[in-house]
């Protein structure tokens, strides 16, 4: 498994952008091994929102299909999630997590992070 650690989260407008990283830590020599996904959570409620595997296929759930994207950088053992058109809805903790695509869904492997804050609100 490898240990994941999120940041950038933060208060957006409506319509705003936030870039959150999914970073490897201590030592991310096992980062490109694994697929990644991200999840959010409001209160017991966790949605699976994005993942992206070791090739770089990616998967979205339809409620941020379009306006969020996911991407990695083996290089400096991040990964990110690129969120465009925020909505109120979209205020959650926002998690990654290491694990596997299988059939054409993530499977997480490792434990969810406490993960990072996003509120939108004006």
């Known amino acids: 498994q490898v240990h994941l650690v999120e940041s950038g989260g933060g208060l957006v407008q409506p319509g705003g952008s936030l870039r959150l990283s999914c970073a490897a830590s201590?030592?991310?020599?096992?980062?490109?091994?694994?697929?990644i996904g991200w999840s959010r959570q409001v209160g017991g409620e966790r949605e699976f929102i994005a993942s992206i595997s070791t090739r770089n296929m990616t998967i979205y759930s339809d409620s941020v299909k379009g306006r969020f994207t996911i991407s990695r950088d083996n290089a400096k053992n991040t990964a990110y999630l690129q969120m465009n058109n925020l909505k109120p809805e979209d205020s959650a903790v926002y998690s990654c997590?290491?694990?596997?695509?299988?059939?054409?869904?993530?499977?997480?492997?490792?434990?969810w992070g406490q993960g990072t804050l996003v509120s939108v609100s004006s």
């Open positions: 997590v290491s694990g596997e695509v299988d059939s054409g869904e993530f499977h997480p492997i490792g434990v």
């Open positions: 201590p030592s991310g020599r096992q980062f490109k091994r694994y697929d």
